[in-house]
Structure formats: structure tokens, C-alpha cells
């Protein structure tokens, strides 16, 4: 099959999208060609089968241009492409979608948000399919939904397997209101006043996205700063994806407490670099090695953490869940599953 991607950004490097890098890699392994249009373009180091084109975000173009260069791109490869993965973005089926039909593209959305507006409303009438990664993770009821799960770089989280003490604390991902990092803090400082001999440390790796996340960051500092918790609890900012497997093997339990109902690939990766995980939310029944505290609780939180220093995590329960991850959230899975969907 040869298949048109859409998204937003095409950078191995960047801290927030740049897991979507190893898609394109492994669409390449399944698909005879790969397409992509993008809004930015950062380094890249793909298949000879994968061909990127930017609409020029990092050159700052008008709207107008950009829209120029989506239809440009979208008639010109025209004869490249069978059917359309727009990942993320459901104003690009909105724009697109009609000429799409006229043109005979079978057009998929995959969408991760809980979030429903009038965008998605319509891009979702004019898609054939739509992929999201947990039944959380898209909120509008349709005929056209298949629940895939997400996709990990299995393999590689689990080349870097953690050995550290789980007295090293890590999470991962956007620091804003959403995630509760609150929470989080809150329950590491209660384990510090309780286990002042502890050699703890807590590090947050992420970082704000918008103004409301960084009154939000700012907020935890003081935080941090008032519960005299300096010497425990990090902010080490982004770090790129590639950075990401080495920093899960640096940590001995990874904490969870997103509100958003979804499922959090972070919480995955840290299961394949074999990771125990205590997490709020409700998305990962039965999963191994995944240990639930309540919602806003930082005392059950604190309770988990104090149990699992006591208790050591277990090297088997370690390795289950690595097999758990690579066979039902592995990259290859995933990519599998949406070629053959937009194949029939």
C-alpha cells in the first residue's frame, strides 16, 4: 500500500511529538511508500521509501501559504498515495477531506483527545475510519471507531532496563494541571517526613506547553520551596525522545496521576524499560507490575511508594510486564493493525 500521512510534526528530536518519528519508520517497513505532509520539519533519519514534505512552520509563512502548499502537496503526489492517515489534526480532514473523496482516497483519523468539538464532529463525518489508542481517548460515539491501543518502541525501552533503587522517583510527560503532578509531589514530601532516611528523588521530565502550565509549574516550585522539599523533588525540564530510554533505566518506580481517563503511553514505556508504576487512573486493568492509588490522594500515593521501598519490586513481575507491553502495545502491533484497516 502506499500511503499519505498528515500531521503536525516530523522531528526525532522533539520532546512532544518526537515518538511519532519511529511510526514513520515502521509504516515504512509495512507500507511499499510513504508520504508525508507536516507542518514543521526538524532532523529526520528515515527510510529511502519515506518522502517529508513541509508547509514551512519553521520558515513562518502566512495561512495562506500554507494552505497553498497542503493542496499543492495533497494534488501533486496524488498518483503516490492509495489512502490518508491524518494523525492527530481533524481540521486537515475538514480542509481536505472533500477533495480526498473526489480524488477516491480512503481517509482515516487517528485521534487520542477527550476533548469534542465541532471540528472533530465534522472530520469525523467526512473520515472512513477512525483509530484511537483506548476507549477514553475518543469521546464521540461512532460507527467508524476501532480502539487499536497505542504503539511503543518496545524493543527499545527494554534494551535500556532499569537497575535502580526504587527510591528513585521519576514521571514523565507535559507538566500541567491535568497530569496532577500536585498530587505527586505531595506524596513523595508525605514519604520524606515519614522516611527522612530514605534516599529519595522525585524528578519531573517534561515541561509547560501553554501560559495556564506554566502559572501551573510555577505554582509547584513554590510548592516544592514551602514543604522544603529542594532536595528531593527535580524539575529537569524536556528531553527528547531519543533521551527517553536511558532516563527510564536511571529510575527505580514511575508515578502516574493524569486525569485525563486515557492511556498515557508514557505509563507504557516506563512497563517496557521494566519499571513498577503506581497511577490513578482507571485505563490499565490487569496490566502487570501496575499498582492503583486514588485519584487526588496523596496519602494512598505515599502508602504505595512506602510499601513498594519495603516490599522491593519483583524482577519476575519486571519482566512480565515487559512481555505484557511488547505483545499487545508493541510498535509493529499497532502500525499492523492500521495498514490492514485501510487496506479493506
Same mark, same amino acid.
Given at each position: 500500500?502506499? =500511503? ?7 522531528? !526525532? ?74 494523525? !492527530? ?14 480524488? /477516491? ?12 468539538? !465541532? ?20 469521546? =464521540? ?7 487499536? +491501543? ?15 533503587? #526504587? ?5 514523565? *510527560?507535559?507538566?500541567?494541571? @491535568?497530569?496532577?503532578?500536585? %498530587? ?22 517534561? *515541561? ?8 501551573? =509549574? ?12 529542594? /532536595?528531593? #523533588? ?26 485525563? +481517563?486515557?492511556?498515557?503511553? #508514557? ?6 524499560? +521494566?519499571?513498577?508504576?503506581? %497511577? ?15 485519584? /487526588? ?12 521501598? @519495603? ?18 502495545? *508493541?510498535? *509493529?502491533?499497532?502500525? /499492523?493493525?492500521? #495498514?490492514?484497516? =485501510?487496506?479493506?
Amino acid at each position: 500500500m502506499k =500511503l499519505l500521512i498528515v500531521t503536525q510534526k516530523v522531528d !526525532m528530536n522533539d520532546p512532544v511529538l518526537g515518538f511519532f518519528h519511529a511510526w514513520l519508520e515502521e509504516f515504512a517497513r509495512q507500507c511499499e511508500r510513504v508520504t508525508v505532509i507536516c507542518l514543521q520539519r526538524g532532523e529526520t533519519r528515515l527510510p529511502q521509501n519515506v518522502t517529508v514534505y513541509s508547509l514551512g512552520k519553521e520558515r513562518r509563512p502566512s495561512r495562506v501559504a500554507y494552505l497553498w502548499r497542503l493542496y499543492r502537496f495533497v494534488l501533486r503526489e496524488r498518483k503516490n498515495y492509495d489512502a490518508v492517515l491524518v494523525h !492527530m489534526n481533524p481540521e486537515y480532514v475538514i480542509l481536505c477531506g472533500p477533495l480526498w473523496k473526489i480524488l /477516491g482516497k480512503r481517509v482515516a483519523l487517528w485521534y487520542t483527545h477527550k476533548a469534542v468539538n !465541532m471540528k472533530l464532529l465534522i472530520a469525523a463525518r467526512w473520515a472512513d475510519k477512525i483509530f484511537t489508542a483506548s476507549a477514553e481517548s475518543f469521546r =464521540l460515539p461512532s460507527k467508524k471507531l476501532s480502539v487499536l +491501543g497505542h504503539g511503543i518502541d518496545a524493543g527499545l525501552f527494554a534494551r535500556h532496563p532499569s537497575h535502580a533503587p #526504587v527510591t528513585r522517583l521519576l514521571t514523565v *510527560g507535559r507538566v500541567s494541571d @491535568a497530569k496532577d503532578v500536585r %498530587t505527586l509531589i505531595l506524596g513523595v514530601g508525605e514519604v520524606h517526613e515519614q522516611q527522612p532516611e530514605a534516599p529519595l528523588v522525585f524528578d519531573v521530565v517534561g *515541561g509547560p506547553a501553554v501560559r495556564a502550565d506554566e502559572c501551573y =509549574l510555577h505554582e509547584l516550585e513554590n510548592l516544592v520551596a514551602s514543604w522544603e522539599l529542594g /532536595g528531593v #523533588v527535580r524539575f529537569l525540564g524536556e528531553r527528547t525522545h531519543t533521551e527517553l530510554p536511558a532516563i527510564y533505566a536511571a529510575y527505580g518506580l514511575f508515578l502516574h496521576a493524569s486525569r485525563t +481517563g486515557s492511556m498515557d503511553k #508514557v505509563v507504557l514505556e516506563a512497563l517496557a524499560a +521494566g519499571l513498577p508504576v503506581i %497511577t490513578s487512573s482507571e485505563a490499565y486493568p490487569g496490566f502487570p507490575n501496575v499498582h492503583r492509588f486514588t485519584p /487526588g490522594d496523596p496519602h494512598a500515593l505515599a502508602r504505595g511508594i512506602m510499601k513498594m521501598i @519495603a516490599e522491593k519490586p519483583s524482577a519476575a513481575d519486571a519482566e512480565h510486564a515487559r512481555s505484557f507491553i511488547r505483545e499487545r502495545y *508493541g510498535l *509493529g502491533t499497532l502500525i /499492523g493493525k492500521i #495498514v490492514h484497516a =485501510l487496506e479493506h
